[in-house]
């Protein structure tokens, strides 16, 4: 670390450092307040069970550890229709028993489950109910969805034997809101243009939709997605061929900021491992199957965005405005490549992504600090820029250049540095687009 902060230090003292003042985007306001719902608050991570047939017990154990280190209470487990979901879930719940303090729901895919899967839906949730890290509410074991509108959740109750506590992720109506058989309403739109049948829009995410469930649940819970990014490139090769970006560039900790104003009752992190969709927080390098995503998640790393995340998420459960910031550091995030490459010839989808055009060519830096931080920027062989920026934590956007991306942060309680070990080029990614992104983190050391 010494080494590299003098190294890094050398080359940002060596060129001309221009001041400027950043460009902290204050968009995350609402249009409109909710009424914010004062009990206990929770925090959750979407976990894709379909892709960890091999996980060890350990494994789960490696994800719980750290997931609970930045404050999240549990996993939403979402199954589907595969074969290792006994397997998993058994390693699951025992992991979390052996983590302590770390509860898990069932989250039931509706991609594969429907109407006459009750029966099969029943048996699972009967099985973990009484589980010691089973999360309860009210005495009621927690199930949750992806999708599956109007599915007859009082059915599943008369078969388990007793009371159950539906949360599942339906569309926003007020016949949802209103459904007897449900406790609570999840949304999946973490992402803008999600809700717009996934049609890509260059806006940033407004909160209104938040509100407008807020508003229909009345008294019931709301579960609030809040996601890092979103892009998908599937080609042809696989059956689930897909191709688009949502615009999410600096979405999370803006979306953050919206979750200290609405205050929901629920979190649900979208995702803990969905690497083909590029938002997952969680590590990469777990053991997992690949579903064609390889080529664009391998190497991008995403757990930085945890520590984005941490002052929100404490300060979100003890219901204050303000992200609560124990240390001082930055976090970083870019794109591996500059929008003007182009690689269709050679592209497993032979074409950009859908939404490609809404995105800029920049770095992005949150500053997290007590005080007030002086960070440098150095993108590429650019001249570095230092910017002054306020206590607290601010997202600013750096103009991206290819090359390394040096850092350096200095407050009151120190000074530290850092380059990305992921090099940002002018060409394709191995001669594909690349539209995921990669984190990083410098942190001032404890004296
Ligand atoms: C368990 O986690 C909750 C929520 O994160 C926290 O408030 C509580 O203090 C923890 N309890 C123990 C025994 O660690
Ligand atoms: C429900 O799911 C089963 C099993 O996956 C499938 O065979 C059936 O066609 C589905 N029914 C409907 C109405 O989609
Ligand atoms: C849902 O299931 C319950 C229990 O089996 C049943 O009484 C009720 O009629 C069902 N509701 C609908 C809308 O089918
Ligand atoms: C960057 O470093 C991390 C952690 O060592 C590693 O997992 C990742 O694959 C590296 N990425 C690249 C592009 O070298």
Known sequence: MVALLSSVAAVLAAATVVSAAPHIDPRHKLHERATIDSKTREVFAHFIVGIVPAYTQ????IDMELAQHYGIDGFALNVGADSWNHDQLDKAYAAAQRVGNFSNFLSFDFNWYNESSTKEIAELVKKYADHPNQLRVDDKPFVSTFVGDGFNWTHVEELVGHQIYAVPCWRETKENAANP????????????????NNTPVDEPLSGDLDIQYMQDLQAKPYMAPVSPWFSTHFGKDVAWSKNWIFKSEDLWTYRWYQMLQLGPRYIEILTWNDYGESHYVGPYNQPHKDDGSSIWASGLVHTPMLDAAEPFIKAYKRSLPDPVV???KLVYWFRPHLKTASCDATDNCGAKPTGAEFVEDVVFVTSISKNGAKIVVQSGKDTPFQYEVPKGVHTFKHKMAPGVQQFLIETDAGKA???SNLTVSDQCWNGIYNYNFHSGIVTIPPK
């Open 58 to 61: 350990d494994d789960w154990v």
């Open 181 to 196: 058989n449900v406790e609570g309403l999840m949304s999946w739109a973490a992402w803008p243009g999600q809700a717009n």
């Open 326 to 328: 124990q240390e001082d």
């Open 417 to 419: 540095a850092g380059a």
